[in-house]
């Protein structure tokens, strides 16, 4: 994974020092929609099915019994 520009970083944090914390929400709700965009059209189509069956067994993994069950 790449890293992050240490002077993006800090451009990014003086612009959100004057904001309210409902703004700073909203950009951060912003930017994350565009991430997820960008990520998903970066991986292949099989990493994508990959990631995708991995979500999948774990939304249907049966949880342990409990003792009193």
Known sequence: MAR????????GKLRMKGLTA???????????QVGGKARAEALSSKRR??????????????????KGE
Request: hydrophobic share 40%.
């Open 4 to 11: 992050k520009h240490p002077g993006a970083v800090a451009l």
């Open 22 to 32: 409902e703004e700073r929400r909203e950009l951060a709700s912003t930017g994350g």
């Open 49 to 66: 099915q990959e990631i995708a069956k991995k979500a999948a067994a774990a939304r249907w993994k049966k949880k342990p019994a409990t």
